[in-house]
């Protein structure tokens, strides 16, 4: 098997993991904006290139696979760029590949930290609603100065958010 098969996989890799990363980043205005319409289409838009990325490294696995199979390693069962890399001998393959590498792990470890930038955008989007709901259904009643727990009354203790009663 030839290692051109995988270079091509690789690279369509990287054009997809590009476009997952552009849309991670249209992602974070729309947070912060609350912009939950817009928001939604991305994220349709997201799951879709999920799906082909995973096809795609079920792709380049099988190929990794054969590949270390033509050259006599059959209980190979990693995938990894670097140990395709390292068996390579022509010079020019090894570099494509080497370059691919480089550039699929930029393309994921930035993808990463967007990521983790809109998680947190959400969390405390989440706080601030949670925050909120507090405020509107906070009882009238209660008194914003200390009371002793076992000087409360009978009323209605409220343990959370919604109440379940019908």
Known sequence: MSV?????????????YALLLETAKLKTP????????????????????LVQAEKLELQRMQYS????????????????????????????????????????TGLLDELQKVNKLNQELTMQSLKFIDYSIDLVIEDPNDSVTYQHPMNTGYGNQRN??????G
């Open 4 to 16: 051109e098969i995988i270079v091509e996989t690789l690279e369509k890799q990287a054009e997809l």
């Open 30 to 49: 729309v947070l912060v904006k609350n912009e939950v319409e817009q928001l939604n289409a991305i994220i349709q838009k997201e799951r879709k290139l």
């Open 160 to 165: 959370g958010f919604f109440d379940t009663r």
């Open 65 to 104: 696979h054969s590949y270390f199979q033509s050259i006599g390693v059959i209980r190979y069962k990693g995938g990894k760029i670097i140990d395709i890399i390292r068996t390579i001998t022509s010079p020019q393959e090894k570099k494509e590949l080497t370059e691919l590498h480089g550039k699929l």
